[in-house]
T-cell receptor, first 115, second 114 residues
Framework: DTAVSQTPKYLVTQMGNDKSIKCEQN?????MYWYKQDSKKFLKIMFS???????INETVPNRFSPKSPDKAHLNLHINSLELGDSAVYFC??????????????FGPGTRLTVT | AQSVTQLGSHVSVSEGALVLLRCNYS??????LFWYVQYPNQGLQLLLK??????LVKGINGFEAEFKKSETSFHLTKPSAHMSDAAEYFC????????????FGTGTRLTIIP
């Protein structure tokens, strides 16, 4: 069983379109995250949710909107896609809210290419 | 505030040689430190973590790291490199309390020379 899964794995779309990436974890974790990895492999957190509540919201354009229907799912919706949004997006989950030493488990990533 | 610096964006070692990947951290409070590995076209996998229990931490695949507070370092080592170790390695830090985010270094690409 895959612990953290993401769909789709690859996403190619044109500028201006709206797209969503879905994430599901079957680890029973309370906290989920979205990261963006750019072409230079730099990883930056975008959002964090704990029990469906937004905890961390980094400086991300408001075209990006996370949605957590339940604590096992965290989806990322992107409006009006731009060339600069091209990256690999990773979903992750962890057991704790941030007070413990629990590590984050990462999904396989979604490679988004905007043309 | 917290940050990590990984010295050397690319490291090449011969198969069977010692692997040393450097990580220095900056944190105003005691940190938790992590090493993750990313194989091509895959997500990140935890190698090991420091949580203040022991300064020498052993991880998976024969890797270990030593927390040195005086040097603010958490370097990753493996005595003998294997071809399968070729990957991108990330050091990460977060405070040991509070609801703080994990901050990653810029990564080190490890190449193994046959």
């Amino acid at each position: 069983d895959t612990a953290v899964s993401q769909t789709p794995k690859y996403l190619v779309t044109q500028m201006g379109n709206d797209k969503s990436i879905k994430c599901e974890q079957n680890l029973g974790h309370d906290t989920m995250y979205w990261y963006k990895q750019d072409s230079k492999k730099f990883l930056k957190i975008m959002f964090s949710y704990n029990n469906k509540e937004l905890i961390i919201n980094e400086t991300v354009p408001n075209r990006f909107s996370p949605k957590s229907p339940d604590k096992a799912h965290l989806n990322l919706h992107i409006n009006s896609l731009e060339l600069g949004d091209s990256a690999v997006y990773f979903c992750a989950s962890s057991q704790d809210l941030g007070t413990g030493s629990y590590e984050q488990y990462f999904g396989p990533g979604t490679r988004l290419t905007v043309t | 505030a917290q940050s990590v610096t990984q010295l050397g964006s690319h490291v090449s070692v011969s198969e069977g040689a010692l692997v040393l990947l450097r990580c220095n951290y900056s944190s105003s409070v005691p940190p938790y430190l992590f090493w993750y590995v990313q194989y091509p076209n895959q997500g990140l996998q935890l190698l090991l973590k420091y949580t203040s229990a022991a300064t020498l931490v052993k991880g998976i695949n024969g890797f270990e790291a030593e927390f040195k507070k005086s040097e603010t370092s958490f370097h990753l080592t493996k005595p003998s490199a294997h071809m399968s170790d070729a990957a991108e390695y990330f050091c990460a830090v977060r405070p040991n309390f509070g609801n703080e985010k994990l901050t990653f270094g810029t990564g080190t690409r490890l190449t193994i020379i046959p």
